[in-house]
């Protein structure tokens, strides 16, 4: 596969942060992995617990290690936003991060040890705005796109804390454990809305707002897309045998057998970089997909990833408050008929912080109760699998 994260081992400041031993040795080791793996396989947990906190936002427990994707908790109201093809190209105020609201869920999740990766997809507001407040917070390393990081750092995260990948890297955060960075592409269309859909990276710090420090989260302005997306391919060698995820939190079925072109650069078109990543994982199938996309992406996608289930992200209302949890119930019709008819499993979310348990011999649900209370929400009986 393509590139690495890096050989080098560049410094990561801990002493704003609660930061462990261990948390620190993780942060190093990310990033000095390569294609080629700088750990031998080994036996990692026997299981995932993997939660959803809303949008694209995923948790994932493994053993001693836990790993969040996105995590947006701000909510930006929708009318703060306007003009281009989606009308999320420019905001008519500067914002900033929620940060009472992100402590309140990461206390929840146990605290700041409860994470010691970040992972961000790409670089929308709805994904990425608050991901240098979950590394402030946690002391937790940041992995994602050149313009995640630039974001970060215009909200004051120390140099050092997050790592751009670009497609094609392996990455071994701990031992039995594996991920695979996939270039892919972002949901839209280039003759609709390619402000929201065409692959942009900033190319510099953005500025702070003077008066409120607060930043811009237009998609033209300084949250675009990130280079078009990161969807992460997860392997696990568990003790009773190994158990892989595929996560993508936006697509376009447009494109994605089209080359991703940036700065004169190919990435590779989609499909085939998952087909890579595939190949070099020694995956002909994965577990579990979590992803968005609806109908047209699963046509797509399913024939290469051959899930045995599905988790659908990136269907609720990310402008309402994060409290106010799940309105409307999840529903796609066509989707849910091509998934029955592909002999894959529908993993149907009911509320913010649903809980599943993922390992060698497949997928249930687990009870969240004790995080849910904290948050103000409450069990919902399962529907029936």
Known sequence: ?????????????????????????????????????????????????????????????????????????????????????????????????????????????????????????????????????????????????????????????????????????????????????????????SAKNPEQHNPVELCDVPHPDAQTGGLRAGVAEDFPNGGGNRAFLFVVDGPRGRYSWFYQNSASAVDLTVSIILDGRDYGAPLDNLKAAMRDAGLDHVDLWIGTGGIAVARLVAPVLKPKAYLPVHWDDFFAPFERGVATPYSDPDLETFLAESHIQLLKPHQYMDRWRLDADGITTESNEAVKRALGFFETPAAPR
């Open 1 to 189: 596969m393509r590139g690495g994260v890096g050989n080098e081992q560049p410094a990561v400041d801990v002493r704003s942060s609660p930061c462990s031993r261990r948390r620190l040795i993780i942060a190093c080791v990310l990033w000095a992995s390569s294609a080629a793996g700088a750990l031998a396989a080994g036996v990692g947990p026997d299981h995932v617990s993997i939660t959803w906190l809303s949008v694209t936002n995923i948790y994932y427990e493994l053993g001693p290690l836990h790993i969040l994707t996105d995590g947006y908790i701000t909510r930006i109201p929708k009318e703060e936003f306007y003009g281009g093809g989606g009308g999320y190209a420019l905001t008519r105020h500067p914002h900033t991060p929620d940060v009472a609201a992100v402590t309140r869920v990461l206390e929840a999740l146990g605290g700041p040890q409860a994470v010691d990766l970040l992972l961000t997809g790409h670089s929308h507001w709805d994904h990425s705005f608050d991901t240098a407040t979950w590394s402030r917070l946690s002391g937790a390393p940041v992995i994602g796109s050149r313009t995640t990081c630039l974001e970060a750092a215009a909200q004051n995260l120390a140099e050092g804390r997050c790592r751009p990948v670009y497609g094609g890297e392996r990455i071994d955060p701990a031992e039995g454990i594996s991920l695979r960075v996939v270039r892919w592409n972002h949901s839209g269309d």
